[in-house]
């Protein structure tokens, strides 16, 4: 899998169609609206940083990404595919819950509270997709997680439940959990936010790691230091829509917008 | 004392802050409940006089009510009322979960059928159900499948006979106990689709959102995450649950079911006119059986609080390394 999203995150220019691409996204509930709008491209093998202040909508783009929240307008494809919806002579037709599943499978993700599976062990929160939807040998399952966990340097906890582990160590799993379906695309909803202070570089660490080897990324985040260092796009939101976007150093050093510039001077 | 307020309170934990000489214990003279050893007097005298009356009284027939105790006829009883229970309970757990998911599903006529179901059967009393299937056979005197309403419109349409495949007396599709299971199991599940719905709400909804993102469908979502986990919220009301059905296997000889065990401890008082002491045979049965269920389910609340709680959970790992 690395392999693939490697090759296709340097194939450049002619041919490079973007893992993620969203086209005018509205979200409401309710009355509420949270995007109003939203347009973005995420190119295979890049990093997108998404920041803004809270209830400025990221989270709630992230989830669209992967349908955890039907669009209520707009588009968004994920790797050429329409997610959560099948378009036929003009028409849009929603996709079965089983079909929807399917599309999932090539996204991970990784939330803020971890939501690692309490009841099994470390070892059995990494089999359980791979052994149970991708009906994937469990021996062969099962020494791709321990390869996994050996990434994440998390070895040793294989057998222990996730309660037994630190915040920053669960993450960790949580990280590794999601490759372990072999994805193409990684979504993490602000996977730092819920840690310690002094457990939060761990985590960064393995995200970096992961970038290195040319994962596709989408990360919502408070951490401006991750975004500029290995942030290959940084988008700013705020109350639902894109108010700027591009290279993080560029944005972070000199944001053009008012609204940018208010938010970054209190963050960084 | 009050010159050192802070220091002596910490003191007794093993743990006290270094550079301090070892703690000395608190020596001081405890409360005195008086009450408490008044209270135990009366109740001795109580016993005493309570278990004097169990030896003395001639009405309790001991001799009597432990030959009959153990009689065939009482033993066949109490086969039939844990047999009785089991299997409601079981087809009760079953028609509970499967009513749950109903409930909490997204298909507005299985939320509404879920509902009515619960609702009919919760408010009305077992008992009345029981008389209620144990005369079914009012109802339909044989059981027939085939096209519904066909002896309406079948005729508009020139044929004489009706559309009738199979037909089955409703006197041995239906026997006592078949009626007994029936209402006991669909009671049950009404009240176990409550308790199962309450255990998956419990989940945290984070746990459905991972399973969904790794692609899993929701059968899979269900079978695999949510209902494992809802398992510690729904096994100890199941077992109160589950003594109570045992205890209202008494109540099945409405239908009339005569082969339960309350029903055969009062056929023997009657007949030999000595009813006490198969009173006090019935409460020792209800008692015996239901400690068993009691033992059982302490077991089962423990294994499952084992691999749900950190502090256990930690525990259970290094037994088993």
Not at chain 2, 232 to 247: D, F, Q, S
Not at chain 2, 264 to 288: D, E, H, K, S
Request: aromatic letters at 8%; proline letters at 6%.
């Amino acid at each position: 899998m690395t392999q693939n999203t490697a090759e296709a995150g340097t194939a450049t220019g002619l041919g490079d169609d973007p893992m993620v691409v969203a086209e005018n996204v509205h979200k409401h509930f309710g009355r509420l609206e949270v995007l109003r709008g939203i347009d973005m491209e995420v190119h295979r093998g890049d990093v997108c940083c998404v920041v803004g202040p809270s209830g400025s909508g990221k989270s709630t783009f992230l989830r669209c990404i992967n349908h955890l929240e039907k669009i209520s307008a707009g588009r968004l494809w994920v790797d050429g595919q329409l997610m959560g919806y099948r378009q036929r002579a003009g028409k849009l037709y929603e996709l079965h819950d089983a079909q929807v599943a399917r599309q999932r499978r090539g996204i991970g993700m990784v939330f803020q509270n971890f939501n690692l599976f309490p009841h099994m062990t470390v070892l059995g929160n990494l089999l359980e997709a791979p052994v149970r939807v991708n009906h994937r040998p469990r021996s062969e399952a099962r020494k791709e997680a321990l390869d996994l966990l050996d990434r994440v340097g998390l070895a040793d906890k294989a057998g222990e439940y996730p309660r037994q582990l630190s915040g920053g160590q669960q993450q960790r799993v949580a990280i590794a959990r999601a490759l372990a379906m072999r994805p193409g695309l990684m979504l993490f909803d602000e996977p730092t936010s819920a840690l310690d202070p002094e457990l939060v570089g761990e985590v960064l660490d393995v995200m970096k790691g992961l970038a290195e080897e040319g994962m596709t990324m989408v990360v919502v985040t408070h951490e401006m230091g991750f975004a500029r260092e290995v942030g290959d796009k940084l988008v700013f939101m705020d109350e639902g829509i894109v108010v700027e976007s591009g290279e993080p150093r560029r944005v972070l050093a000199d944001p053009q917008h008012d609204r940018t510039r208010s938010f970054l001077s209190k963050v960084l | 004392m009050s010159t050192t307020p802070d220091d002596p309170r910490p003191a007794p934990d093993p743990g006290a802050p270094a550079g301090q000489s070892p703690p000395e214990p608190v020596k001081a003279i405890p409360v005195r409940h008086p009450g408490r050893w008044v209270a135990a007097a009366v109740l001795v005298v109580l016993c005493a006089m309570f278990v004097h009356m169990l030896i003395t009284n001639a009405a309790f027939d001991w001799p009597f009510l432990f030959e009959q105790m153990f009689s065939s006829q009482v033993l066949i009883g109490v086969r039939t009322t844990v047999i009785l229970a089991a299997v409601s309970m079981a087809i009760g757990v079953a028609i509970g979960i499967f009513v749950a998911v109903m409930r909490l599903s997204d298909n507005p006529i299985l939320v509404t059928v879920a509902w009515v179901y619960t609702w009919f059967f919760r408010a009305v009393p077992r008992i009345v159900l029981c008389v209620l299937f144990g005369n079914v056979a009012i109802l339909y005197q044989t059981l027939e499948f085939g096209i519904p309403f066909d002896n309406y419109w079948l005729p508009l349409l020139g044929f004489e006979d009706g559309a009738r495949f199979y037909s089955v007396p409703m006197e041995t599709l239906l026997s006592p106990f078949v009626a007994a299971v029936i209402a006991l199991s669909l009671s049950q599940g009404a009240y176990m689709a409550e308790i199962v719905r309450a255990g998956l709400l419990s989940v945290d909804k984070g746990q459905t959102e991972a399973a969904q993102a790794l692609g899993m469908n929701r059968g899979l979502v269900l079978r695999r995450i949510t209902l494992p986990q809802a398992l510690r919220v729904i096994i100890p009301p199941t077992g109160n649950e589950a003594t109570a059905i045992m205890k209202d296997t008494s109540l099945v000889s409405a239908i009339p079911l005569t082969t339960e065990l309350f029903f055969q401890l009062q056929q023997i008082g009657a007949r030999t006119f000595n009813l006490f002491p198969m009173l006090v045979a019935a409460c020792l049965w209800y008692l015996a059986i239901t400690s068993l269920m009691m033992v059982g389910q302490y077991y089962l609340e423990h294994a499952f609080n084992r691999s749900n709680r950190s502090a256990a959970s930690v525990r259970g790992v290094g037994q088993r390394a």
